[in-house]
């Protein structure tokens, strides 16, 4: 044997005992007989006696047992795992082959290789000389968790290959349970008494993320390459397909369906025949991946923001099912608002079993006249919520029931009080209501708010029965002795709960504002208020205005703003004239009565108003102060903190010791910081709302409407009215690109 053949051997031999070391020790699941094992050992300890420089201290001769474990480290992937933008109908997949022809400049189709978008989740895989040093998940794209120990258990990820001894490679790939496996767990939990899987992927993410690899090694997890990162001492195919076929020679499972396709008809047939072949498959997908096959045209398109140009996710369309509506109940939250939700037959949907299915509110139900008895169309929005569609009302039996809002609450007997403005129910009992009382309780302990370990819904309930808690800041008051005394509790479990009670009062302003329950106020918006805020008495004491500003005339929107622009334009002359005398004479097209009398009002002659048109001040215009914080929430703010009952709960909390450190205050130097931005039009990546947090995050000033004193415009498809108005002023406008642009690198915003 050559030297080189010599080390390769050598490679293969230390994966090899490594895995049966694994097996053996880790998962006690030995594969080979003891006799087989030794003769690898004998065979590797020969050629490192023969070449005792090549002996490295990791050499299964000179480590004892299993390989060292670095469970969930941090792993930095080489070449960033990126997502996938997304198409739900064949014109965004043609919008989508559009821009990559025009990128490319070409008017002949481009070819793409087509495959299926697995429902799992993204691993990478490092080979270095061919054999499996590193498996991770995806994480934020740029560092994920280390899960080497548990993706070795997983029978179609190879642990050696055939590829040269200096090499490295990065394969990525989606792993997936079966729904057989997936049946099998979950049989086998519901036996146990265990917790049971929603779906597959869920299943197959918590098995990845299991501390033990003998338990991820009991659930059979299937691994699937679709493409590779970093390469290094190798050279790979050219194309994506090529890539597939080269994985697969290798012995990694890829699609089997997949094909390169050209043109929308072929793009369309592939996704309409693997649509039709999805239900028989043995794993969830929920989509074709379409990507540009030449790596070469790949390179050239590049990539926005998290996502490649050259690539998209076409997605199926949720799955339906049909089932029957078997009574109708009315739940009671936190602010009193009565939820009616349809107990139907349980049914499979996407991969879950649906059982309960909200109606929202009684408007829902009359819109689609919904009865109890009554067969439905239901799916998941967005693959998660379930939702009724459609009532088939051919199959409405005689007996089917109307619903009716009960007109006492269910819970505590109170007048129910249907407001006719909002759809909403609510159960006047207010803090009367067992119910609401439980519901603002349960909130306040959850998770996301304080975050009491232990206190779940059965002792709430007990403790509201007992009368030992009236408000929250009673849980801070419980007695030891009165909880010992309560049935199942017991001095340990007694214990246990005023010890999480007590960690609870170390806190964050955020999570205690989003604790109170104010209405409106999620976690998201409560995390935006401590950051500006600061301090709970500032917040205490904010008025609306400290939120929302009004700029402008009211009733002067975008066009009247216009149109009183020209005509000023076309009064220059008069400016020591009298408003209302100038108007007399000549009135601006498209301006109400109402409105001239307020302009009259505001600025009593002509030169006012034009000192106000060319400070772009005319214009009515709502800023925000408070990311994210519109005058909605505000108003609901300031009215709970006007509230006597709220502040007496309140000073009882900080009486009982509740804390939390001053929130860091956001940087001055932020690199936005004193820049204003308008944003108009659809972006392909992101929401609007997302797009004015991006901003707002780096300092920005987001507002609504365009000025001169706007940095950019910026401009998604279709921008309308605003955009004009941009080119008109001559603000900047950014397009999607440059937008992805200046998110990566703020410096270099325009002025
Ligand atoms: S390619 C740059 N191919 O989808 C391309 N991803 O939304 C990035 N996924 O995190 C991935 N099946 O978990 C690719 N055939 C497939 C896929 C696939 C499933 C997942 C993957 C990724 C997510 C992106």
């Known amino acids: 044997m050559s030297d080189s053949d010599e080390r390769k051997r050598l490679a293969a031999l230390r994966a090899e005992i490594n895995q049966h070391n694994f097996r053996y020790y880790v998962l006690d699941r030995p594969t080979v007989p003891d006799a087989e094992y030794d003769a690898l050992m004998r065979e590797l300890e020969a050629i490192e006696a023969e070449h005792p420089d090549w002996i490295t201290p990791d050499s299964p001769t000179q480590t004892v047992g299993a390989l060292p474990s670095h469970a969930f480290e941090t792993v930095e992937h080489q070449v960033p795992m990126l997502s996938l933008d997304n198409a739900f109908d064949a014109d965004e997949f043609a919008a989508f082959d559009r821009r990559v022809r025009e990128r490319l400049g070409r008017d002949e189709p481009v070819r793409y290789l087509s495959e299926p978008k697995f429902d799992g989740l993204a ?46 490679i990065e394969i990525r790939g989606e792993v997936v349970m079966t729904h057989e496996s997936f049946a099998e767990l979950n049989r086998r939990a519901e036996r146990r008494g265990e917790k049971v899987f929603a779906n597959p992927r869920n299943a197959a993410a918590g098995s990845l993320r299991q501390k033990d690899p003998r338990v991820t090694a009991s659930r059979p997890l299937h691994f699937f390459a679709y493409g590779i990162g970093a390469v290094d001492g190798i050279d790979v195919p050219e194309t994506q397909s090529g890539w597939l076929d080269w994985l697969e020679q290798l012995g990694f499972s890829v699609a089997e369906h997949r094909d390169r396709v050209e043109g929308l008809d072929e793009a369309r047939a592939f996704h309409a025949s693997l649509g039709e072949k999805r239900a028989g498959l043995a794993f969830d997908i929920d989509g074709v991946v379409y990507k540009v096959d030449s790596l070469a045209d790949q390179q050239r398109l590049g990539f926005v923001a998290r996502a490649p140009r050259w690539a998209i996710a076409w997605k199926f369309p949720a799955e339906e099912k049909l089932t029957q509506i078997r009574d109708v109940e009315f739940q009671v939250g936190r602010t009193g608002a009565l939820t009616p939700v349809a107990r139907v037959e349980p049914v499979a949907v996407g991969g879950v079993t649906v059982a309960n299915i909200t109606l929202h509110n009684m408007d829902e139900i009359e819109r689609k006249d919904v009865r109890i008895g009554d067969w439905v169309r239901v799916r998941r929005a967005g693959d998660v919520i379930p939702e009724i569609i459609e009532v088939l009302p051919e199959k409405r039996p005689d007996d089917a029931r109307r619903i009716e809002l009960p007109a006492n609450c269910p819970e505590c007997g109170s007048e129910v009080l249907r407001d006719e403005e909002q759809a909403v129910a609510r159960c006047t009992g207010g803090l009367f209501c067992p119910a609401q009382r439980r519901e603002a309780i349960r909130h306040f302990a959850s998770r996301k708010a304080m975050d009491i370990d232990g206190l779940g819904e059965k002792w709430i309930t007990l403790f509201l029965e007992r009368n030992l808690v009236e408000h929250v800041d009673d849980l801070f008051r419980l007695d030891r002795d009165d909880l010992v005394a309560l049935p199942r509790m017991g001095a340990k479990s007694a214990d246990n709960l005023l010890e999480s009670l007590e960690k609870a009062k170390q806190t964050t302003l955020d999570r205690f504002l989003f604790a109170l329950g104010i209405p409106l106020v999620g976690s998201e918006t409560a995390d935006e208020l401590a950051k500006h805020f600061r301090d709970l008495q500032a917040l205490r004491e904010a008025a609306f205005e400290d939120f929302i500003e009004h700029k402008g005339v009211t009733g002067i929107g975008p066009k009247r703003a216009e149109s009183l622009q020209d005509w000023l334009a076309e009064h220059k002359a008069d400016g020591s004239a009298a408003l209302h005398e100038a108007f007399a004479e000549d009135r601006p097209v498209g301006v109400d009565e109402k409105t001239l009398a307020r302009l009259e009002e505001a600025f009593p002659t002509l030169a006012d108003m034009q000192r106000a048109a060319e400070k772009g001040q005319l214009q009515n215009e709502t800023i925000t102060k408070v990311p994210g914080i519109g005058p909605e929430i505000a108003k609901s703010i300031v009215a709970f903190f006007k509230q006597d009952h709220n502040n007496e709960v309140i000073d009882g909390l900080l009486d009982a010791g509740i804390h939390w450190p001053t929130p860091e205050a956001p940087a001055d ?39 001169k004193k706007t940095t950019a415009l910026i401009a998604g498809e279709a921008g309308g009215s605003k955009l004009d108005k941009a080119n008109k002023l001559g603000v900047p406008v950014l397009d999607a690109e440059a937008f992805a642009r200046l998110l990566d690198d703020p410096s270099a915003a325009p002025g």
């Open 669 to 707: 130097d932020a690199p936005l910081t004193g820049k204003t931005f308008v944003i108009t039009g659809t972006l392909p990546n992101m929401t609007r709302d997302e797009a004015s947090d991006r901003l707002t995050a780096l300092g920005a000033k987001v507002t609504s409407s365009v000025s």
């Open 123 to 168: 691993i990478s895989l490092t080979y270095e000389g061919g054999i499996l040093a590193r498996a991770a998940t995806r994480g934020d794209g740029r560092r994920g968790e280390d899960v080497t120990d548990n993706v070795r258990t997983i029978e179609t990820v190879p642990f050696s290959i055939d590829l040269p001894a200096d090499s490295r």
